[in-house]
């Protein structure tokens, strides 16, 4: 993880309290879960790709999407 509280400005407008991580990440990904060993911390929201040192990905927290639908993940 590099930064928490992230704010991500999609074209539907801007998207508050993201996860910047150094993930290597594609098209195609969004959506996948974003695993630390068995802990679930993140969903896939989108990425710079895999560039080197400079490549990260963008997920929203988990417990954020685990708590509008009422789930919890074992």
Known sequence: ???????VNYSDGPV???V??????AGGDSGGAHFAGAVALGIHSGSSGCTGANGFAIHQPVREALAAYG????
């Open 1 to 7: 993880m590099t930064a928490v509280n992230v704010t």
């Open 16 to 18: 508050y309290g993201m």
């Open 71 to 74: 789930v919890n993940v074992y």
């Open 20 to 25: 910047r991580t150094t993930a290597c990440s």
